[in-house]
């Protein structure tokens, strides 16, 4: 591929010595199971972010789940998200006994409407998650005006928002609970799976520590029934050492992304629109088109790769039918799914060849 989608191997390839190195301090500390590594990762993750409390966990859908869990949501609850997104936020949801409820997005954020929440909401809803999709942010005001005179908890999942902010602060920090990833394509990614939450409840971060780990915070006593959902000290050890590039690795993206706002703009081709007050990290960039795959497949033969985050919308998956959704009933959802493309994103994408991107989109739509 002469444009992959996401150039993970030209990352590791410039971080491999320092991440051999960090390995082999893992392997001489013996720290394989949270320990040093982890601790001094939550520290670090907490100070770039702005939040009291980061939890390491096994994943970004476990952390969604040990969220669920220590606000006391399960069987009989519902909960609110969106259709488009990955299906680990429902996933989540079902995990915990609980219903996911879907609302529609915003057209031109891809992100929760929060005009639609107050039609959504019954007496069993104790929770709403947002999704802060493609890197952009949702807009939290008015989610967390519809939320808080119900009682209805705010669960962020910011898989896709590393350092992402809405009105100065960062994501993760709005609601009582933040849910991130670090899958390994991820702006923050591990050599695995990893994942953390954030939170500045200091009880509710005390018992996530509990719930990750067995129900116990000393080796031997257990508070509560927990889970085996614990940050692995190999994994901690790269997001450590990764965490430091994170800033600047952001702002490459958001350079990549202003550079092909500017030429798709001059093209009519429709992108994602940030949400006002906010200030995305595009995590990938999204944009519009009337013949999606014929575009994708031309993209590809030319050498240059590209996705579709999602194709699918989850009312409309085999796994949730149960849920009774059908087909007109997500308008603005359906119609993103036939026609989003991500296209080649990355810190390491270069200006020439967001530009050669263009310009094969160019010869495409002409």
């Known amino acids: 591929m002469r444009i992959p989608f996401v150039n993970l191997q030209a990352q590791l390839d410039r971080l491999k010595p320092e991440l051999l190195a960090q390995l082999e301090r893992v392997i001489d500390s013996r720290d ?44 009989g609850d519902e909960v609110i998200t969106v259709a488009h997104t990955f299906i680990a936020t429902a996933e989540a949801i079902c995990e915990v006994g609980a219903k996911p409820v879907f609302v529609d997005i915003d ?6 409407d929060p005009a639609r929440l107050d039609a959504a909401m019954t007496p069993r809803t104790r929770a709403v998650i947002p999704v802060h999709l493609y890197g952009n942010v949702c807009d939290m005001e008015p989610i967390l005006d519809a939320c808080r005179p119900r009682g209805v908890k705010v669960i962020e999942d910011c898989a896709q928002a590393h350092l992402a902010t809405y009105r100065g602060r960062a994501v993760g920090s709005f609601g009582e609970i933040g849910a991130f990833s670090f899958y390994p394509g991820k702006n923050l990614g591990a050599l695995g799976d990893a994942g953390c939450l954030v939170t500045g409840d200091e009880s509710l971060a005390t018992r996530l ?13 257990h508070d509560i029934v927990g889970y085996n959902e614990r940050l692995d000290g190999i994994q901690a050890a790269v997001l450590l050492l990764k965490l430091a590039h994170l800033p600047e690795w952001t702002e490459a993206r958001r350079r990549n992304a202003a550079r092909y706002r500017e030429h798709l703009t001059a093209m009519g081709v429709k992108t994602l629109a940030p949400t006002p007050g906010a200030s995305p990290v ?53 119609s993103a799914s036939r026609r989003v493309l991500s296209l080649p994103m990355c810190a390491e994408l270069t200006e020439a060849q967001v530009d050669e991107v263009c310009r094969e989109l160019r010869e495409i739509l002409s």
């Open 282 to 334: 595009w995590h990938l960039f999204v944009a519009e088109f009337d013949r999606r795959d014929e575009v994708a497949s031309r993209l590809q033969a030319k050498g240059i790769g590209t996705g579709v985050h999602y194709p699918i919308p989850l009312h409309r998956q085999p796994a949730l039918r149960e849920l009774g959704y059908r087909e007109g009933d997500f308008p603005a959802t359906e």
């Open 107 to 112: 057209p031109r954020t891809y992100l929760l």
């Open 32 to 75: 394989f199971i949270q320990g040093r590594f982890a601790s001094e990762f939550e520290r670090a993750f907490a100070r770039l972010h702005g939040v009291p409390h980061v939890i390491g966990c096994a994943n970004g859908t476990s952390a969604l789940a040990l969220a669920m869990r220590a606000l006391g949501i399960g069987p």
């Open 209 to 221: 520590r509990k719930l990750r780990d067995h129900g116990r915070l000393s080796k031997y006593e």
